[in-house]
Each structure stands twice: as C-alpha cells, then as structure tokens.
C-alpha cells in the first residue's frame, strides 16, 4: 500500500483546507505533530492534482480531519478505452465575462495548452490570456479521453476557490486536429455558473489557418449569445 501512486482530488483538498483557515505549512505541521513524515512540497503536488504516495495521502487526509478515501477519484464506471490521439500544442477559445466594463461586455479568450497523452490519461498545462493581455496559468486534474470525448475539470490557482472552478467536455473532429464542445465554471466577477463554447486547434495541423478562421467565426456567434443570455438574466 506504502509504494502505491494515486492521483488525488485537488480542488477538494484544498477547499477543505481553505475551509478551515488553514495554510500549507499549518497543514505540514499538524501531520508532523501526528508523527507522519509529509513534507509541504508533497502537500503542494496532491494540490495540484500530480501524484503522490498512497501513504501521504492518507496523512494530509487525517491532517485535515478526513479519511483517504475522501479524495480518491473513483472512474472504475468510465470505459477508459480509446485509439486517438490528442497529444501536442493547442490553440483555444473560449467566452468570458468581463463585467469591469459592463454587464453585457464579454472577452474573447485564447489559451494555448500542451497535453501529454499516456494511453487514456492526460496531463495538460495551458495559460490563458484576455483582449487586455491578462495571462493565467490554469490548472488541470481528472483530464482523461474517452474515445473521441476530452473530458477534464480545471482551476486558477491564483484565484480563491470556487472562482475560476471549471469543467469541460470537448469532442475531437475535423481528422484529429479540432476540439469542440463547452465548459461551465464558477465566474468570479459574477458569482454565477457560467458557460461557454470551447474550441481548440491542434497548433501542427495542415488547415490550422483555415480552422483557426472557422473557429473566431463560430466564438463570435457565441459571443454574441452569452451577451444575450446576459441581458435576460439582468431583466
């Protein structure tokens, strides 16, 4: 059990933490005064969804005053098979509020994200950037394919959570090099589960030009959508 790897639930471990008022090295000291052998860089990879020992988890579980199996993510019910192959550097769009400017006002957002594929499993590291030139680091736990269904949940972990919480669905198209479909997360300006289409252009693709004007088209029509879904919600 000791040598055993697991990928624990992130965003739930550090809501509970923040929770309870309690800081990273609050948390380290709690699990070493118990006796455990923990230290706050592993704290810091379980909260970043990367994996860690089977036995440390069990730790910063009873440090927080929960058992284990709490932040064990069970996907024994997903059929994890599929044969593409979605690995590389992407380009994406998404909509987004920006209620700094005005209730209606929404961005369009680029991200450029990189995924690893390791069978069905994936890790991706993306930055995000709006119009204004605001970059974020955006964080991914639970990225897994399932035949040409891209699903995965992301955080901002520069935000305070739930803000900035997100959960997104893409399917893969066009030979491989397109990924369509929407995420919903908790807006921070908002306070609002909010939604948006979802494109992505894999960076290497023949027709990434051409694709890449295809999807601005089609996140303009979605732009204008969100801006109405907004104004109904304000009457």
């Given at each position: 059990?000791?040598s055993t790897?697991?990928?624990p639930?992130?965003?739930?471990?550090?809501?509970?933490?923040?929770?309870?008022?309690m800081?990273q090295?609050s948390l380290?000291?709690?699990?070493?005064?118990?006796?455990?052998s923990?230290?706050?860089?592993?704290?810091?990879?379980a909260?970043?969804?990367?994996?860690?020992?089977?036995?440390?988890l069990?730790?910063?579980?009873?440090?927080?005053?929960?058992?284990a199996?709490r932040?064990?993510l069970d996907?024994?019910?997903?059929e994890?098979?599929?044969?593409?192959?979605?690995s590389g550097?992407?380009?994406?769009?998404?909509?987004e509020?920006?209620?700094s400017?005005?209730?209606t006002?929404?961005?369009?957002v680029t991200?450029?994200?990189?995924?690893?594929q390791?069978?069905?499993?994936l890790?991706?590291?993306?930055?995000t950037?709006?119009?204004?030139g605001?970059?974020?680091e955006m964080r991914f736990?639970?990225a897994?394919?399932?035949?040409?269904?891209?699903?995965?949940?992301?955080?901002?972990?520069?935000?305070?959570?739930p803000?900035?919480?997100?959960?997104?669905q893409?399917?893969?198209?066009?030979g491989?090099?397109?990924?369509d479909?929407?995420?919903?997360?908790y807006?921070?300006?908002?306070?609002q589960?909010?939604?948006s289409?979802e494109?992505?252009?894999r960076?290497?693709?023949?027709y990434?030009?051409a694709?890449?004007e295809?999807?601005?088209?089609?996140?303009?029509?979605?732009?204008?959508?969100y801006?109405?879904?907004i104004?109904l919600r304000a009457d």
């Open positions: 059990m000791e790897s697991i990928t639930n992130c965003i739930l471990l550090v809501s509970d933490r923040e929770n309870q008022s800081s090295e380290e000291y709690i699990i070493k005064e118990s006796g455990a923990v230290n706050i860089s592993t704290i810091r990879r909260e970043r969804g990367q994996n860690i020992r089977m036995d440390s069990v730790s910063i579980a009873r440090g927080l005053g929960y058992d199996e932040y064990i996907e024994s019910l997903l994890n098979v599929s044969n593409a192959d979605v550097d992407w380009l994406g769009y998404f909509i509020l920006d209620i400017k005005n209730i006002e929404n961005s369009l991200s450029t994200m990189q995924i690893s390791h069978g069905c499993n890790q991706i590291n993306a930055i950037e709006t119009p204004d605001d970059n974020r736990v639970d897994t394919l399932l035949r040409d269904m891209l699903a995965f949940r992301s955080f901002y972990p520069a935000w305070r959570q803000s900035g919480v997100a959960s997104s893409l399917k893969l198209g066009k491989g090099d397109w990924l479909g929407f995420s919903i997360w807006d921070l300006d908002t306070e589960i909010e939604c289409r494109i992505h252009v960076k290497d693709a023949p990434f030009d694709y890449c295809e999807a601005n088209r089609l996140m303009l029509q979605e732009k204008e959508l801006a109405d879904r104004k």
